[in-house]
């Protein structure tokens, strides 16, 4: 009998000893995290298109006559002055023209001689009574006719020495050879550019730009220049010219940035347009790391509670992905905390561990707070 009461004491007082041990919890390790803190949208964005140098205006010379090309005096990259020659055409048709032209004058002025002449003789023998005045004024006539052949021989004849100059190409003012469009032995056509002369003075940037961005560039706009051979100098440019079309094969709108004098500004260099733009709707950037997905396949990112320290999943709206990470257009606020690396181990109420100077800036806002309350 004893011994059966004893049986159950001792079940008792074992299980009373094993309760501590499958009472007790184990806890988990709190997980450092990287993050972000989300700072103020901008205002404005930054565009940036490249460009070559160019001169302002850049002629296209070519002949004012067609013919063969004798001989070209100029290659790419020569400084021509105001006068210089640089091409000319085989001109013996044109001298021949010339000296027709001049024989053909001088023609007409014996004949001008000639009706004058019988004009003073009708007139002497009108005022004798002699000859009936529609003799003289028969004379009169053909004076008026000759003086007519002789203005048009002369105008043939200064045709004619035009000509002849026209078949020296000179260049029209100071510049720089850019092309060469025509060589000796070739025969072109009046008006066919023979050599390209960029005009010295003001230089420009020539860009183009996409519709999504051309309502940001107007004339007078400030824009800085930089040289992608001389990544120090940075100019300041102005727009000068937006083209009012787009083009048709690129559907992109050209347009030319004036630039200051500078030596060190080459024809043909490579340069970045710099402008602002209004950002118009406010986003946030993140770097693509920070971007997760639920269950349900959409996009959110983990922002950490500061006085908790415990991360929660919040649901945001992409904008767009640049180079330089991923814009959130809704979702998030300045001051947000989102973790950026190490999203996929991520749980609701996960407690995390935040980098010590987010820790210390939350302390300062907490004693701000405090301090504004009392």
């Known amino acids: 009998m004893l011994k059966k009461a004893i049986v159950p004491l001792l079940m008792v007082a074992a299980l009373s000893g094993c309760a501590p041990e499958a009472a007790e919890v184990v806890e988990t390790p709190v997980r450092p995290v990287k993050v972000v803190e989300i700072a103020e949208a901008a205002s404005t964005r930054t565009l940036s298109y490249s460009g070559s140098i160019r001169a302002r205006s850049d002629v296209a010379a070519g002949f004012r006559v067609a013919g063969k090309i004798m001989e070209r005096k100029v290659n790419i990259g020569d400084r021509v002055k105001a006068g210089d020659l640089l091409a000319r055409l085989d001109d013996t048709d044109y001298k021949l023209s010339l000296e027709s032209a001049k024989a053909s004058l001088m023609s007409a002025e014996r004949q001008v001689e ?13 005022a004798r009574q002699v000859v009936p005045k529609a003799q003289l004024e028969q004379a009169e006539l053909v004076y008026r006719q000759a003086i007519a052949g002789r203005d048009s021989a002369r105008a043939a004849l200064a045709q004619a020495q035009n000509q002849v100059e026209y078949s020296l190409l000179k260049a029209d003012r100071d510049g720089i050879v850019t092309a060469v469009n025509a060589d000796a032995g070739q025969v072109v056509a009046a008006g066919s550019p023979v050599v390209t002369v960029a005009v010295d003075g003001e230089k420009e940037v020539s860009i183009s730009v996409p519709e999504s961005d051309i309502l940001a560039f107007k004339p007078g706009l400030p824009v800085k220049v930089s040289l992608w051979s001389n990544i120090a100098l940075e100019l300041s440019g102005t727009v000068r010219e937006v083209s009012g079309s787009a083009d048709s094969a690129s559907r992109t709108f050209s347009v030319r940035v ?10 043909g260099m490579t ?14 950037s993140v770097p693509l790391s920070a971007l997760a997905r639920d269950a349900a396949d959409k996009t959110l990112v ?31 606020k300045p001051g947000d905390i989102v973790v950026v690396a190490g999203t996929q181990f991520m749980t609701e109420d996960l407690k995390v561990k935040l980098p010590s100077e987010i820790q210390q800036s939350a302390q300062v806002s907490d004693t701000a707070s405090s301090i504004q309350i009392r």
């Open 258 to 267: 004036s630039l200051p004098q500078d030596e060190r500004v080459l024809l």
């Open 302 to 332: 983990w922002t950490v509670d500061r006085a908790a320290e415990t991360v929660h999943a919040r649901p945001v709206t992409v904008a767009e992905f640049g180079d330089n990470g991923v814009k959130i257009a809704d979702g998030l």
């Open 114 to 126: 000639t009706a004058d002449f019988a004009m003073k003789r009708a007139e002497q023998l009108f």
């Open 271 to 284: 340069a970045s347009v710099i402008a602002a733009a209004e950002s118009g709707q406010s986003s946030y």
